[in-house]
């Protein structure tokens, strides 16, 4: 891949404009077409269903197509349906669904609820997926150009997610509501572990290990609000359990059984008609009382944690065009815990957070087609911790490792956006954040090392900012460009005294074009520059030189959909990625990354309420290593409105 050139405002900007493309939808006003979503899948109010039958052909590493695109079976079949109507109790009743065969297990989820305006509502939603983890080591050889591949688990870890929520409101009187909610998820299956001592003594050419995880949670809430007069008060109580199992290789296993209860208050009170005060306070307590066993020895772990926090709020009106929000947040939270191995304490913590956070933010609206916005924040915390070997501090200690660390965060921004005409809008948004910690790690009672990593003194600095441009130089045409820019710094101030630094910049642009009734054109188009140092610190690890990363990534993504007859409709959509890292270009390799992704669809309304739709989709990987991948995808869909 040729490296391309950073370029400049101006530069950039012409280039988006000839080379029109979309960015994330945070970074667009223009919308990107729902070409990735599954045919016959209607957005509003319409009953609709679909059916679909699948072909996969893929070449390569079936495990990693498995990570990458949940992509499985050869065969496969798949749904969808949404349907309105009234419910036993009289109430609008919705219910919607999808259900798939692509990774050799049904997945899918249901989701259903149902309102008697003025009186309840209540929600229903389940899911039931599976997910494939990475399989390999991804530990590549120093020169990786063209290197070894690594070996893989087989079969490929899967872990099953099954989750499910259920919530109501019920109006029981002027002013007074009652809600209740649960919400349960399991998680049963393996994934690959980070623990790589597995068939060889060379590193990269190690089996992971397989992390096995059999775990469930289930949470209870119930809640009150009551309006009286200029008063709002809403009380929830919580109750949460979480138990279950996680095994590595058979060596270690980890028993979990948490519980925890909460309860939080919130109050809101109407000073008058530009004046509302807030303020609320929660409590919980969460304890475990689990245990591990490492090579067959077994050893309790308990630990129990308090938390506490109280908010107050202001939101006052400030004359007709401004509006200033105040927040102040205190917390704290108090953790004892410890490993006891029979009837000895074998490595016990007592850990002490408080922290204190100050928020304001202005808004006005006083400038003609203007809208102004800045925030600023104040955040200080504190921690106390002892961690001990022998007993908790007071009894006898072995050994003890003391940790005093204060922290302080300063944030600052600001966004303005001004319709500049009836056709042009410009935004801009600007933010700052900055943390320094002072942390001081000492032992005590005989302790010589550090049971765990201690960071010292260290400071931490975000900025990023934005630009953008939005034009409608015709009804049928929508164009937006922009830049944005986002910078990290991270420096440590103990005896290594490294600086981390990494910088990012994009522009994009996006395009809308209703050509003709018949014809739409759409488009997507992204650079990026990022680089990112490491300076100071220790030496890296023999044959290897120092940390860096110069990345240059390009994403182009133009499409069309053409209605050819009344019945008969046509799209086509490409998204390609170019990407280039070469940052250790003088010591190892340059890596060069290809992404293609290709959809066809082409539908045809049989009557009124039927469509048939044959869809093509091609995912391919190109790399210069050797964990290149193509996926072929076809499809034919029957859909349907009702």
Known sequence: ????????????????????GTAAAGDLPVQAPRFWAPAGDLVGQEDHFAGTFLVL?????????????????????????????????????????????????????FGASCSRPGRMVWNLDYRLFDNFYDTTSEMRTYAFSLGSEPPVLDPAPVLGWNRGRFGLRYH???????????????????KSSLDRLHGSTVEYAQVPGRKILDLTSQEFTVGFSLARGNLDTDLELGYRGYDGTRTVDADRTVADDHKTTSARLDLAYDMGSSLRLLGGGSLAKVENDGSETRDGVGRPLTTETDLSAGRLGAIARLGDSAVLRLGAVVQARNTEGDVDA????????????????????????????TRLQGHVGYKTSDLDEVTTSGGLPGGLVEAAQIVAQEKTTFNAGFDASRRLSRKVSLRLDFGYSGTETDELTTNANGGTDLWYFAMGDRKQDRMDWRVALQLRPLTTLRLDVGHQTDERTFEREDEFSSKTEWKAQHGFAGLSWAAHERVTFTGNFTYGVEEFTLTGGP???????????????????????????????LEGYYEGVRYEDTGDEGVIDVLEADHDRTTIRSSYRLGEPLTVTATYRRYEFDENRWDDTITDLYALSLSGRF
């Not at 949404?82 to 999808?98: A, M, N, P, Q």
């Not at 990363?549 to 959909?561: E, H, I, K, V």
Request: hydrophobic share 35%; glycine share 14%.
């Open 342 to 369: 029979g009837t000895d304490e074998v490595l016990a913590v007592d850990r002490e957070r408080k922290s204190t956070d100050l928020r304001a933010r202005l808004t006005y609206t006083g400038i003609s087609r």
């Open 1 to 20: 891949m040729k490296k391309f050139p950073m370029m400049t405002m101006a530069g950039a900007a012409l280039a988006l404009l000839i080379c029109a």
């Open 539 to 569: 030496e890296p690890t023999a044959g290897l030189g120092p940390l860096r990363y110069d990345g240059t990534t390009l994403r182009f993504m133009p499409g069309a959909c053409v209605r050819l007859s009344g019945k008969w409709s």
């Open 57 to 109: 052909d893929d070449h390569g590493s079936t495990a990693k197509i498995a990570e990458d695109w949940q992509l499985i079976e050869q065969y496969a079949g798949e749904g969808l349906f949404r349907w309105s109507g009234k419910g036993l109790s009289g109430g609008d009743l919705v219910l919607r669904g999808y259900g798939t065969t692509r990774t050799g297990d049904f997945n899918g989820r």
């Open 172 to 190: 029981l009187a002027d002013g007074f509501d009652a809600r209740v909610g649960y919400v349960r998820m399991a998680r049963d299956g393996d």
